[in-house]
């Protein structure tokens, strides 16, 4: 029941560094394409209300604010790299994929591993 639980809890994570990761680039992406490929500016300023949006997606978190934006930091290295896979057509070469590695690994160290003296991980402090 407890794997479960934390299985839960780890899925429930997971969903919204996804959200706040399409938030963060795609609006990026939006204000990018305004600025650096001449679309028009409703794509700058719907950008901007995306990238308004990735600021409140993380606050659902059961974490402490450091530990979630420390952990999105790798989420965000993994989504940009598949971002510019899907949209943009550019291959990862294998510094892409170690770095993504990397990132994944420092994600489940900050977010996810155990911590000592019964302190919660960053899924849910309240606890």
């Given at each position: 029941?407890?794997?479960?639980?934390?299985?839960?809890?780890?899925?429930?994570?997971?969903?919204?560094?996804?959200?706040?990761g399409l938030c963060e680039i795609g609006g990026g992406y939006l204000v990018w394409l305004w600025l650096r490929e001449s679309y028009s500016w409703i794509f700058g300023a719907f950008g901007g209300l995306v990238l308004f949006l990735y600021?409140?997606?993380?606050?659902?978190?059961?974490a402490h604010f450091h530990r979630t934006y420390a952990a999105y930091g790798g989420i965000f290295i993994i989504m940009a790299?598949?971002?510019?896979?899907?949209f943009e057509g550019v291959i990862p070469d294998m510094f892409d994929i170690?770095?993504?590695?990397?990132?994944?690994?420092g994600?489940?160290?900050?977010?996810?591993?155990?911590?000592?003296?019964?302190?919660?991980?960053?899924?849910?402090?309240?606890?």
């Open positions: 029941m407890t794997i479960l639980i934390r299985l839960k809890d780890v899925l429930y994570s997971l969903f919204f560094f996804f959200i706040a600021g409140v997606v993380p606050t659902f978190q059961k790299i598949f971002w510019g896979y899907f170690l770095g993504t590695i990397v990132a994944s690994l994600v489940a160290i900050i977010f996810y591993y155990p911590r000592k003296n019964g302190e919660k991980i960053g899924l849910n402090p309240s606890e």
